[in-house]
């Protein structure tokens, strides 16, 4: 199976950069997806790692480094609207690669 | 397009009744797939369906029924609620399986009483 694992809170002042941490445990995998949610709302995509690398959206830009089981989200010039929930998922190459498992979240607060 | 509609948007059932949550997409995609979210549970998938008439369970299946007789349409049931089943379910979609973005409806909350 796969288990993603992180932070369950995060504080950050605005204009400030943080970065959100997901280590994983799974046998293969496609790629490392990040998801926004903010609070009685669905999640909305925001990027996706299939090689190591960093890959850069805007403000948003997103880690994986498979060797150390390990990836990242990193958020630069922090407004309040970015207070929210965040998730990494993956989609495991077992099973034709049709299920996707998410991490239990990271709630990130924007303070002034 | 609308995206991923979800009705109804809040339900109250007691327990063992069952109910069909409805879950309709139309940017054509194949796969589908159902979540629950529980706080500090993040989401886990419940069933999912890579095409019309294909399914299959995913983490969490017990206790629901889904069947997708067409691409747009992709209805879970809850045979016979269990106070345990109260979370706030999402459908999802995506143009294929491995999809790298998924795009999730608004999210139905259902209260099992």
């Known amino acids: 199976g796969q288990s993603l694992e992180q932070p369950s809170e995060v504080t950050a002042v605005e204009g400030a950069i943080v970065q959100i941490n997901c280590t994983y445990q799974?046998?293969?995998?496609?790629?490392l997806s990040w998801y926004q949610q903010h609070d009685g709302g669905a999640p909305t995509f925001l990027s996706y790692?299939?090689?190591?690398g960093l890959e850069e959206t805007g403000r948003f830009s997103s880690f994986l480094s498979r060797s150390d089981s390990y990836g990242y989200l990193l958020l630069q010039e922090l407004q309040m609207k970015d207070s929210a929930s965040y998730f990494c998922?993956?989609?495991?190459?077992?099973?034709?690669?049709?299920?996707?498992?998410f991490g239990t979240g990271t709630q990130l607060k924007v303070e002034l | 397009n609308a995206g991923v509609t979800q009705t109804p948007k809040f339900q109250v059932l007691k327990t063992g009744q069952s109910m069909t949550l409805q879950c309709a997409q139309d940017?054509?995609?194949?796969?589908m797939s159902w979540y629950r979210q529980d706080p500090g549970m993040g989401l886990r998938l419940i069933h999912y369906?890579?095409?019309?008439?294909?399914?299959d369970q995913g983490e969490v299946p017990n206790g629901y029924n889904v069947s997708r007789s067409t691409t747009e349409d992709f209805p879970l049931r809850l045979l016979s609620a269990a106070p345990s089943q109260t979370s706030v379910y999402f459908c999802?979609?995506?143009?294929?399986?491995?999809?790298?973005?998924?795009?999730f409806g608004p999210g139905t909350r259902l209260t099992v009483t």
């Open positions: 999802a979609s995506s143009y294929e399986s491995r999809g790298e973005e998924q795009y």
């Open positions: 799974t046998s293969g995998f496609y790629g």
């Open positions: 790692n299939a090689l190591d």
């Open positions: 998922a993956v989609r495991s190459l077992t099973g034709g690669g049709n299920k996707l498992t």
């Open positions: 940017m054509n995609h194949e796969y």
């Open positions: 369906s890579v095409g019309a008439g294909i399914t």
